[in-house]
Structure formats: C-alpha cells, structure tokens
C-alpha cells in the first residue's frame, strides 16, 4: 500500500444494511394505512394498480438514493493514514493515522450477518468519542484488512504483503456457555425484583385491575430489554489469548469483535452478586484507553465465569500484581479477610455497613492498588499505580464520628475506580501521602 493508491468503494449492499429497517418501516406504513382495505380491493382493481404504481415509484427513488450513497462512500488506505469518504450533499471525509490507532475491531450488525458483511471500527488515542467506521466489506476482507493494519499500527513503515491471510484462531481463555449465561441473567437481583414486579402486576391485570396497564407495560418492557442487552453482550462470548492481550468476541443478532491490548488496560474490576458467589462465578470488565463498547462505559470482558476463568484473563491483561503469589491474593481480593496483606476496616465500621464492613479492605502493592466493596455485589477493583490520574478524599459526618475515611482513586478509559471505603482515617491519610509520592515520581 502507498500514498498513490485510489480509492476504493465499499460493497456495493452497504447501503441496504443500514437501510433495511427504514424499508420496512414504509412497507408497515403502507399497510397501516390500508388495513381497512378488503383483500379483493388489495389484490384487484384500480387500487392494485396505483398500489404497484406508488410501490414501484418507491422502491426506484430508495435505489437512487442508494446507489449515490454507495457511490460517493469511498475509503483509502496509505502507508500513514486510513480514509473514509462519504455523503453526496454534505461531503464528509473522516481519517485516522496508523501510528495512533488503539485498536480495529470487526462488528456485524444483523443485516450484515445475513448477507456476510463486516463493518471495522477504528479507535485512536486522542480519546474522540467519534470512532472511524469502515461499513461495510466482506467479512474475509475485512478481517484480513484488520490483520495488515494490525503489524502496521505504531509502525507506519512496515510493509504489508497483500497476500497476507487471517491468522489462525488464538488459543480460548474463557468462553460462556448458553446455560450458565441465562442462568446468571437470572441470578441477578435487579433482575428478580424486576420480574416479580411484572408479574404481580400482570397477576393483577388479569384480576380485573386495569389501572396497572400503565404501569405493567413500561416495566414489561424495560425488563425485557434489560435481559436482551444481558444476553446480547454474552450471547457465544469467547475470549482468546493474542499477542500482549486478549481478543472478545459475542453477540446474538449483532455480533461485535474486540482486541484489548494489556498495555492499555487502565483499571480491571471483578464483581461477584449474591447469587452467583454460590455458584463460584464472577463478572470481569475493564477501563480501556481508546476501546469503547457499545453498550457500557465498560468493557466486559468476561460476562460470567469461573475463578479459573478470572486468574487466567488476569494473567494476560494484568500479569504484574506485585506480589509472588498472584493466584492467592485473587482469591482474597474475591472474598473477606486480611490475609496476604489486605487492611481491612475496623470493627466501628460495621454500624455504618453492617453487611460489608467485612468485605471492605485495599492492598497497595509495589505496582498495584486492590480494593473491595459491596456486600450484595461484592467488587474488587484493580488499579495499577502507573493509571492513577488523581485521587479523592471522603468522608461524612458519621464516617469523621467514627474516624473512618474513603480514598477514591481515578483512572481514564471508562467508569472503574479504585475504592478504599471506610477505612481507619490515619490509614487513609497514610495511603494517600505514599501514592502522592507515588504518582509525584512517575
């Protein structure tokens, strides 16, 4: 690839995927407004012929319009920078430099999958909240387009053979049965309430109580679309190890493909609800420089799995706690107590949290900062020293009754931060002043 290379078009159904839901919505428009047509009057007649007329009329102006839009959506790809170029009106032209690029994921959106397209999204390090799309090619072409890109980022000058094929599938770390992932969906509180919720009101519906109707269908349907985004981002999740990081991929009618390098891993926290600790399963998302997910602030990199599942995916994305045994403090961090180091809050916390109090506790090692909170979810959240981007004091009226205190500890890349809650107040004061000095020498 070069400088002098032309432009190229996307495929030529690009247009009809991110389109096909507004011909649908005119094809419902069509047949609301003549429902109270008898099916000879559909079917038969002066009305059938101005039917096939306006139908027809239709369908030419949506290929117009889609056959521009193809036409002036055009990409390019030099030795620095990817283009893209779309809009006939209002000309757009959108770029992203080799050497920036934070990561290229693949997604496919349902119309996409049917017809085996693929749409690459490109994420740089300015932290835009716009990311680059390149909608839609081929799926072979896309992921092979991906791997090129992929040996150049950060190297502008690599060169890049176009016979180069997709490599090899990486070895799984973690994948999410179909089972265990309804079933955690579930196990979660929210979840349950929430379904309880429904149901008693339908229950109360169906007795002869009309006035629920207007509460019944805003939750049946928040519900509903709660549990669709659960199973959507764990829908066929695996996660495979890669070169200095891991590669996800899930989705149900939309599938999505993201590599996240360790390197830019900016903080990692481990949540296990009430229920699922009885299973022994644990959710892991992590704060990403420059990757973003759709759906979350965070990106979840394991929906639900195993403790073995966790150590693994904490090997790759953090593999220097700072302590030698690595597998132990997990286990502690997941759990209660002052083992391998942790500080714990005193006992004069437990009025102020009586059912966490003695989840609660940090330990600051050489590289990274781990605490704990929560009591229905309980969470560990992981901060290496390097990410830390500021810190914050708090503390109530009860809290400074009790000499407690909080240290928040903030990070980029999403909304996990680390959380000492409720510690000795000369401890926090303590930990403070050492990662000011901490972050003084960096």
Not at 32 to 44: C, G, V
Not at 177 to 203: C, E, H, K, M, N
Not at 415 to 436: C, P, R, V
Request: with cysteine; proline share 5%; net charge positive.
């Amino acid at each position: 690839m070069n400088s002098e290379e032309n432009w190229q078009r996307v495929h030529p159904a690009s247009p009809f995927v991110r389109g096909w839901l507004a011909i649908i919505g005119l094809v419902f428009i069509y047949w609301r407004n003549t429902e109270d047509w008898s099916m000879a009057e559909r079917f038969s007649g002066p009305r059938l012929f101005w039917t096939l007329v306006s139908a027809g009329a239709a369908l030419v102006v949506i290929l117009i319009f889609y056959f521009f839009s193809w036409y002036f959506t055009r990409y390019r790809l030099t030795d620095t920078h990817v283009y893209v170029n779309s809009g006939m009106l209002i000309r757009s032209q959108k770029q992203a430099r080799l050497d920036k690029l934070q990561a290229i994921d693949i997604a496919q959106p349902l119309g996409a999958r049917i017809l085996g397209l693929a749409e690459l999204r490109f994420d740089v390090a300015d932290g835009s909240e716009s990311v680059l799309r390149l909608a839609f090619l081929r799926k072979a072409q896309a992921q092979k387009l991906r791997e090129q890109l992929l040996g150049r980022m950060g190297s502008p000058q690599a060169e890049v053979q176009p016979e180069a094929v997709v490599e090899e599938p990486p070895p799984l770390t973690a994948r999410v049965p179909a089972g265990r992932l309804l079933a955690s969906i579930f196990l979660q509180l929210p979840i349950l309430v929430g379904l309880l919720v429904t149901v008693s009101l339908l229950i109360s519906y169906l007795l002869g109580a009309q006035g629920v109707l207007a509460g019944l269908i805003p939750t049946a349907l928040g519900l509903g679309s709660w549990v669709y985004k659960e199973i959507n981002q764990g829908w066929n999740f695996n996660a495979s190890a890669q070169d200095a990081g891991v590669r996800i991929s899930y989705g149900l009618a939309d599938t999505r493909q993201h590599s996240i390098p360790a390197g830019r891993v900016q903080a990692i926290m481990i949540t296990a609800p009430l229920f699922w600790r009885m299973l022994g399963w644990y959710r892991v998302q992590v704060n990403v420089m420059g990757t973003k997910s759709d759906e979350d602030d965070n990106l979840s990199v394991l929906p639900v799995g195993s403790f073995e599942e966790v150590c693994r995916l904490m090997g790759i994305l953090l593999p220097d706690l700072g302590v030698e045994n690595q597998r132990e403090v997990l286990r502690t961090a997941v759990s209660t107590g002052t083992a391998h180091g942790f500080t714990g809050s005193p006992s004069r916390a437990k009025p102020l949290s009586p059912g966490a109090w003695k989840h609660q506790g940090f330990l600051a090692t050489g590289t990274t900062v781990i605490s704990r909170y929560g009591w229905l979810a309980r969470q560990a959240s992981f901060v290496p020293h390097r990410r830390v981007q500021g810190m914050g004091w708090q503390q109530g009226p009860w809290e400074r009754r009790r000499k407690l205190a909080g240290v928040r500890l903030y990070c980029a890349g999403g909304n996990i931060m680390g959380y000492l809650h409720q510690i000795d107040q000369e401890t926090a004061k303590e930990f403070m002043q050492a990662q000011s000095k901490r972050l003084a020498e960096r």
